[in-house]
């Protein structure tokens, strides 16, 4: 498996992948609180003004014993250590399942030695507003001058929405989803993307 593509682009770029949405819209304290100076410069409410508050998508998949992985990896498992039903004083499971399944986020580590790790990073380094570009069913894969054709502004948080959409997120590995060049790669890093997602399990090519 070629790895040059991850490589670029995770090395600068938290990789996120599964198209997980973790952004936000970030608006001004007036448009947050509804509050305006009126009256020799003292703070009212301003009753017109409705709050306005940002707006959250969970696009995360369920993890299951059908969950597709990656060939090689580890499937998802789930064995039942104690039971209240069995006369427990509590309820326990056991979880077997690798990092990289479902909706997930590809640190540097995945694939860079001594990269970071998700200690190394905050929350707010996973937030920002996002953009998701939606992309032709007839593309098998995003290219450089795909990414160069769009309105990316730095900064951004951004969202691939591929035919991957439509493959089951239960059921067997797809091996011919749409993917991320490597060109492409370093044509995001240029524009100083600050996440990368897509709506698969890998963003690179199945080789």
Do not use: C, W
């Not at 059908?66 to 990896?73: I, S």
């Amino acid at each position: 498996m070629v790895l040059t593509m991850r490589v670029n682009i995770v090395a600068k770029v938290v990789a996120l992948v599964g198209f997980v949405s973790m952004y936000s819209v970030i608006r001004s304290r007036r448009e947050q609180t509804g509050l305006e100076k009126k009256d020799g410069g003292a703070l009212k409410q301003d009753k017109s003004t409705k709050l306005k508050k940002p707006k959250y998508h969970d696009l995360t998949a369920a993890i299951t014993k059908d969950t597709p992985v990656f060939p090689g990896d580890p499937t998802f498992r789930v064995d039942q250590v104690n039971s209240v039903d069995r006369g427990d004083t509590f309820s326990l499971y056991r979880m077997h399942m690798s990092n990289h399944m479902g909706t997930h986020i590809d640190f540097p580590a995945h694939v860079i030695k001594k990269g970071k790790t998700s200690s190394d990073y905050r929350v707010d380094d996973l937030v920002n507003k996002g953009l998701i570009i939606e992309v032709p069913s007839n593309i098998s894969s995003i290219s450089r001058k795909f990414v160069e054709s769009q309105n990316i502004a730095p900064g951004r948080v951004v969202f691939f929405k591929t035919r991957n959409s439509l493959l089951s997120k239960q059921g067997e590995f797809i091996r011919d989803y749409v993917y991320i060049e490597p060109a492409a790669a370093t044509a995001l890093l240029a524009r100083r993307v600050k996440v990368v997602g897509i709506d698969y399990i890998s963003v690179d090519k199945y080789e």
